[in-house]
Nanobody, 120 residues
Framework: QVQVVESGGGLVQPGGSLRLSCAASGSIDRITSMGWHRQAPGKERELVGFIVGGGAIMYDKSVKGRFTISKGEGKTINLQMNSLKFEDSGMYYC???????????????WGQGTQVTVSS
């Protein structure tokens, strides 16, 4: 069993900053990638960015230069969001792709999400 927990969402004014964190735990043998997706009301879930096991980080063009993904302690990643815009509002989900003790290929695990609201 793998658990993924996000934290750090909240309400912020346009131009402000927020920092999200994601922690994975459970019967994880090896993480192949961890990343962030977001979903606004009435819209499809979209990729924000992710970090792979080797350390490479990819961002969607809509957040590049404003958002930064970093690796934290243990099985955690952070998402530093600066210069936030109204359109950054939504539920932010952490996705972990990992091998577990019972799988021979990586599976995807999602957290419950944390709400980010950008409003004046």
């Amino acid at each position: 069993q793998v658990q993924v927990v996000e934290s750090g969402g909240g309400l912020v004014q346009p131009g402000g900053s927020l920092r999200l964190s994601c922690a994975a735990s459970g019967s994880i043998d090896r993480i192949t990638s961890m990343g962030w997706h977001r979903q606004a009301p009435g819209k499809e879930r979209e990729l924000v960015g992710f970090i792979v096991g080797g350390g490479a980080i990819m961002y969607d063009k809509s957040v590049k230069g404003r958002f930064t993904i970093s690796k934290g302690e243990g099985k955690t990643i952070n998402l530093q969001m600066n210069s936030l815009k109204f359109e950054d509002s939504g539920m932010y989900y952490c996705k972990v792709e990992a091998f577990t003790s019972s799988t021979s290929s990586p599976s995807s695990y999602w957290g419950q999400g944390t709400q980010v609201t950008v409003s004046s």
